[in-house]
């Protein structure tokens, strides 16, 4: 029921949350299955000042529009979105992390420091099952450029490597309406593609050079290979980059939003 409920929220905008039972504790579905472990890093840029906090998610979304920018135009590369999501520095913020506990009055009668925050990711475990979902809805915005992905994905340097399972696309030109399909790994090397009723065997050519499916990927399923470690990554964005990304949208426009079914 978790994984379903989990899958129901990743592609609908009807799916309820996967329940946590308190602070600190993990769902089945989050320890063994699709929890990716994430530490998030915020350092000052005065005082370098560093503050962590560990998050865990079920999936990880990645933004073409943000992360490549306004000016990007073409086919883009999943691995590559993945890898800079994690390596993203993001906008910086007010408030040192030393004195994360005094208002801003407290913290202008102290002298305390008042440097920029840089906010960063680290990959800290790999799930047995990643889940990618491509943020294509930008506002009234539907960004439909293609997305190529590899038979095998690396989402980080070095690390495990992961064996593509399946893909949920998005038919429609618009992200309001439109109508889902989904293909997928159905035996070594074998794959097919499922439209409701009719299922349809395909190569693996057929399906990562399909530019419908490259235009309409929306969520993808990749499995940990066997015997790979679920160690973390080694890197931590905002402890060494200082300069944050060019603002991507307008001020005060909505966040992506997920293409609606037919």
């Known amino acids: 029921?978790?994984?379903?409920?989990?899958?129901?929220?990743?592609?609908?905008?009807?799916?309820?949350?996967?329940?946590?039972?308190?602070?600190?504790?993990?769902?089945?579905?989050?320890?063994?299955?699709?929890?990716?472990?994430?530490?998030?890093?915020?350092?000052?840029?005065?005082?370098?000042?560093?503050?962590?906090?560990?998050?865990?998610?079920?999936?990880?979304?990645?933004?073409?529009?943000?992360?490549?920018?306004?000016?990007?135009?073409?086919?883009?590369?999943?691995?590559?979105?993945?890898?800079?999501?994690?390596?993203?520095?993001?906008?910086p913020e007010e408030g040192c992390p030393a004195h994360a506990h005094l208002s801003d009055a407290q913290r202008d009668l102290a002298g305390a420091c008042t440097g920029r925050v840089y906010k960063g990711y680290r990959w800290e475990r790999s799930p047995a099952v990643l889940f990618v979902r491509v943020g294509r809805v930008i506002g009234q915005v539907y960004d439909r450029r293609p997305v190529r992905f590899p038979q095998i994905l690396r989402p980080v340097d070095s690390e495990c490597e992961y064996d593509f399972s399946g893909v949920v696309v998005h038919q429609g030109e618009r992200g309001t309406s439109g109508h889902y399909v989904a293909c997928a790994t159905v035996g070594v090397n074998e794959y097919a593609m499922f439209d409701d009723r009719t299922v349809s065997r395909k190569t693996w050519e057929q399906i990562a050079s399909n530019r419908a499916v490259q235009i309409g990927a929306y969520v993808f399923a990749y499995v940990r290979r066997p015997g790979a470690r679920a160690g973390g990554g080694r890197r931590a964005a905002a402890s060494t980059a200082r300069r944050p990304r060019a603002p991507t949208r307008p001020a005060g426009s909505p966040p992506a939003r997920r293409p609606a079914p037919s």
């Open 1 to 91: 029921s978790e994984f379903f409920l989990a899958a129901l929220e990743a592609l609908t905008d009807v799916g309820r949350p996967v329940f946590t039972p308190s602070y600190g504790q993990r769902t089945a579905l989050q320890q063994h299955v699709c929890g990716i472990a994430l530490r998030q890093r915020r350092r000052c840029d005065m005082c370098d000042a560093v503050s962590d906090r560990a998050e865990l998610s079920t999936s990880l979304e990645v933004v073409p529009s943000s992360l490549l920018g306004p000016g990007h135009r073409g086919a883009c590369e999943l691995g590559d979105l993945v890898r800079r999501e994690l390596r993203n520095v993001g906008e």
